[in-house]
T-cell receptor
Framework: KQEVTQIPAALSVPEGENLVLNCSFT??????LQWFRQDPGKGLTSLLL?????REQTSGRLNASLDKSSGRSTLYIAASQPGDSATYLC????????????FGKGTKLTVNP | GAVVSQHPSWVICKSGTSVKIECRSL??????MFWYRQFPKQSLMLMAT?????????EQGVEKDKFLINHASLTLSTLTVTSAHPEDSSFYIC???????????????FGPGTRLTVL
């Protein structure tokens, strides 16, 4: 059974800092991995999707890496801004045809001005 | 593009009543929609996968007679929580996969969620 863990559960940083969020998964046989952003009481916004054959994806100040063999992914946020404050969720889609996404509990990020 | 809406955004009901939540893909057709549930400080948990024109597939531990799913068209899926109880209070989120793959992703597009509170 696939399990996804995100560390830390919460993180508070001053504006302008670079930061890393961590995600680990127990079954390395994944189809892809996604990072989402969730604002309080809101739905999810997809940030980056990494296919199992890829090592990283970049979008603006965000960079996500994937090490499938070790079951790890990181989300790097450069030059953080107060608007980046949200909960960041990691989700994996396991191989085998199922479209099921398995989510971590998320990391709640607060960027202080 | 790729907008998914949910209605209502929040609902409060009395114990024992039934509540229907709608999930619509606004600018694309979705053969598959997914229903998730999120309890406070917990991860999203998939409840069921809904395919247009066929019966939904429920995850282990989810009562199909309690959570009725109808995927009547390529743009609409509904989740009905029957005889709701306080323990059903949660944040319900749907997602939709496009009929035609979006050019850059293999992703599911998520709705804004529905907050259900059962008194």
């Amino acid at each position: 059974k696939q399990e996804v863990t995100q560390i830390p559960a919460a993180l508070s940083v001053p504006e302008g800092e670079n930061l890393v969020l961590n995600c680990s998964f127990t079954d390395s046989a994944i189809y892809n991995l996604q990072w989402f952003r969730q604002d309080p009481g809101k739905g999810l916004t997809s940030l980056l999707l990494i296919q199992s054959s890829q090592r990283e994806q970049t979008s603006g100040r965000l960079n996500a890496s994937l090490d499938k063999s070790s079951g790890r992914s990181t989300l790097y946020i450069a030059a953080s801004q107060p608007g980046d404050s949200a909960t960041y969720l990691c989700a994996v889609r396991t191989q085998g045809g199922s479209e099921k996404l398995v989510f971590g509990k998320g990391t709640k990020l607060t960027v202080n001005p | 593009g790729a907008v998914v809406s949910q209605h209502p955004s929040w609902v409060i009901c009395k114990s024992g009543t039934s509540v229907k939540i709608e999930c619509r893909s606004l600018d694309f057709q979705a053969t598959t929609m997914f229903w998730y549930r999120q309890f406070p400080k917990q991860s999203l948990m998939l409840m069921a996968t809904s395919n247009e024109g066929s019966k939904a597939t429920y995850e282990q531990g989810v009562e199909k007679d309690k959570f009725l799913i109808n995927h009547a068209s390529l743009t609409l899926s509904t989740l009905t929580v029957t005889s709701a109880h306080p323990e059903d209070s949660s944040f319900y989120i749907c997602s939709a996969r496009a009929l035609r793959r979006m050019p850059s992703t293999d992703t599911q597009y998520f709705g804004p969620g529905t907050r259900l509170t059962v008194l």
